[in-house]
């Protein structure tokens, strides 16, 4: 009977073990791709998503891209205001078969013109990590303001 207990006490402290990493991998990529993102770093931050990630920005456009071409696309267009800035707030992840990491967080979305006219959005966002060809990528994002 004690070797049963043992084994069932490795097998449920590995699968725990297994999904903090699992979380602590996705958060990794979701803080890379602040960063990168508020360093307009484009070459640091594509790589991070699925070829079919899709994306709800619910900022500012109320819009669906799916695909990495139209998402990355967007945010180019972002590149036309004088500052942007996303600082993510109270992010949690949870881990499902150590392959798909679900994580939600609130969000200040600032941008300012080249006028100086800056404007400040509030919200929630859902990200979709999964695990695909040994890499943790973003598959899929989900932008909502506050209201």
Same mark, same amino acid.
């Given at each position: 009977?004690?070797?049963?207990?043992?084994?069932?006490?490795?097998?449920?402290?590995?699968?725990?073990?297994?999904?903090?990493?699992?979380?602590?991998?996705?958060?990794?990529?979701?803080?890379?791709?602040?960063?990168?993102?508020?360093?307009?770093?484009?070459? %640091? @931050?594509?790589?991070?998503? +699925?070829?079919?990630?899709?994306?709800? !920005?619910? &900022?500012? #456009?109320?819009?669906?891209?799916?695909?990495?071409?139209?998402?990355?696309?967007?945010?180019?267009?972002?590149?036309?205001?004088?500052?942007?800035?996303?600082?993510?707030?109270?992010?949690?992840?949870?881990?499902?078969?150590?392959?798909?990491?679900?994580?939600? %967080? @609130?969000?200040?979305?600032? +941008?300012?013109?080249?006028?100086?006219? !800056?404007? &400040?959005? #509030?919200g929630r966002e859902s990200s979709t990590i999964v695990k695909s060809g040994g890499k943790w990528l973003i598959a899929n994002q989900h932008y909502s303001a506050?209201?």
């Amino acid at each position: 009977m004690a070797p049963l207990v043992l084994c069932i006490a490795l097998t449920v402290s590995t699968k725990a073990a297994a999904q903090a990493s699992a979380v602590g991998d996705a958060e990794a990529v979701a803080a890379k791709a602040v960063a990168s993102f508020n360093a307009r770093d484009y070459a %640091a @931050y594509e790589p991070l998503f +699925t070829n079919d990630v899709e994306v709800y !920005t619910g &900022v500012y #456009t109320p819009l669906r891209f799916v695909g990495k071409t139209q998402w990355i696309g967007f945010l180019h267009g972002l590149d036309s205001f004088a500052a942007v800035s996303y600082d993510q707030r109270q992010p949690v992840c949870r881990a499902y078969n150590n392959d798909v990491v679900l994580c939600n %967080a @609130y969000f200040v979305f600032t +941008t300012t013109t080249k006028a100086g006219v !800056t404007t &400040v959005q #509030t919200g929630r966002e859902s990200s979709t990590i999964v695990k695909s060809g040994g890499k943790w990528l973003i598959a899929n994002q989900h932008y909502s303001a506050m209201f």
